[in-house]
T-cell receptor, first 115, second 114 residues
Framework: SQQGEEDPQALSIQEGENATMNCSYK?????LQWYRQNSGRGLVHLIL?????REKHSGRLRVTLDTSKKSSSLLITASRAADTASYFC???????????????FGQGTILTVHP | SQTIHQWPATLVQPVGSPLSLECTVE??????LYWYRQAAGRGLQLLFY??????ISSEVPQNLSASRPQDRQFILSSKKLLLSDSGFYLC?????????????FGQGTRLTVV
């Protein structure tokens, strides 16, 4: 079953605006990851945040994690047309403190950035 | 540097025919390997994972099987394809450290069963 649920399902913005995507999950996790997928291609890892972290930055990306609410958000600042893609959150669930690297993905958010 | 190769990129197969998709990883030893399937417009679903040669775990009951004959080779197979096997198949690898690390994905195989 899909643990991660993302919203919105689709987001359309203008270049230069910020894009925020949210993800909720159900079980305890080792980490939560965000991936990007261009149409018809493989997934590219963007950022990983561990269960004991609350916020992480990478370039124009900012990820927050609230384990009490079992939710995460991905913020892309100053968006560009090249950011147009599908974005997925994925959780690596805690199997008694062991990670097997098995990821449970959300349904994704389709981001369209208009030039 | 590590790379992952997955082929073919696209495949059209008739119902009842066999399937073999191959994935190889370069530049790392003893990776964890994974097969995911993505239905159109949906997220990925984990099908199989492997922590070592000959060690395969299935996550969902299905018409497919997986094998790992070598450390960096992962194969997805079927003896007889069903229409419902159509989808986008992605191979991935990761190296387990502590409480998890990122996964690296191949470019995927789009399988259409007709």
């Amino acid at each position: 079953s899909q643990q991660g649920e993302e919203d919105p399902q689709a987001l359309s913005i203008q270049e230069g605006e910020n894009a925020t995507m949210n993800c909720s999950y159900k079980t305890s996790i080792n980490n939560l990851q965000w991936y990007r997928q261009n149409s018809g291609r493989g997934l590219v890892h963007l950022i990983l945040i561990r269960s004991n972290e609350r916020e992480k930055h990478s370039g124009r990306l900012r990820v927050t994690l609230d384990t009490s609410k079992k939710s995460s958000s991905l913020l892309i600042t100053a968006s560009r047309a090249a950011d147009t893609a599908s974005y997925f959150c994925a959780t690596d669930s805690d199997a008694g403190g062991t990670s097997y690297g098995k990821l449970t993905f959300g349904q994704g958010t389709i981001l369209t950035v208009h030039p | 540097s590590q790379t992952i190769h997955q082929w073919p990129a696209t495949l059209v197969q008739p119902v009842g025919s066999p399937l073999s998709l191959e994935c190889t990883v370069e530049g790392t030893s003893n990776p964890n390997l994974y097969w995911y399937r993505q239905a159109a417009g949906r997220g990925l679903q984990l099908l199989f994972y492997s922590v070592g040669i000959g060690q395969i775990s299935s996550e969902v009951p299905q018409n497919l099987s997986a094998s790992r004959p070598q450390d960096r080779q992962f194969i997805l197979s079927s003896k007889k394809l069903l229409l419902s096997d159509s989808g986008f198949y992605l191979c991935a690898w990761s190296v387990l450290r502590g409480r998890g690390t990122e996964a690296f994905f191949g470019q995927g195989t789009r399988l259409t069963v007709v």
